[in-house]
């Protein structure tokens, strides 16, 4: 702690280390379980940060939860294709008009 008062720009920059090299670790722990499954059972759930399991406890509750589907966009009546079209073709035109004025 002495260190902290002594140099604290130099304690920060410590700290963002520090963080990035968890976070490095946290995502090579995560390829070496996609790589082989049978280590997930190797780790005690007690030896967990309460992040992480926090973490883990979210992301089950999001896939589980009903009635959620993939959103899709709304189909376009033949009306509003017709209407697209029409805008589009006037707005080509316009500009081919200022295209030419312009050669």
């Given at each position: 702690m002495a260190g902290r008062k002594q140099h604290p720009q130099l304690y920060e920059l410590a700290k963002l280390g520090a963080q990035a090299r968890l976070q490095?670790?946290?995502?090579?722990?995560?390829?070496l379980i996609d790589l082989f499954p049978?280590?997930?059972?190797?780790?005690?759930?007690?030896?967990?940060?309460?992040?992480f399991l926090l973490k883990r406890g979210r992301d089950r509750a999001d896939a589980k939860a009903p009635g959620q589907k993939k959103?899709?966009?709304?189909h376009w009546t033949a009306a509003q294709r017709a209407a697209v079209a029409a805008r589009m073709?006037?707005?080509?035109?316009?500009?081919?008009?200022?295209e030419s004025k312009g050669d």
């Open positions: 490095d670790l946290i995502h090579e722990a995560k390829l049978h280590l997930r059972d190797s780790v005690d759930r007690d030896e967990l940060p309460a992040t959103r899709r966009k709304p073709k006037k707005y080509w035109a316009k500009r081919k008009k200022a």
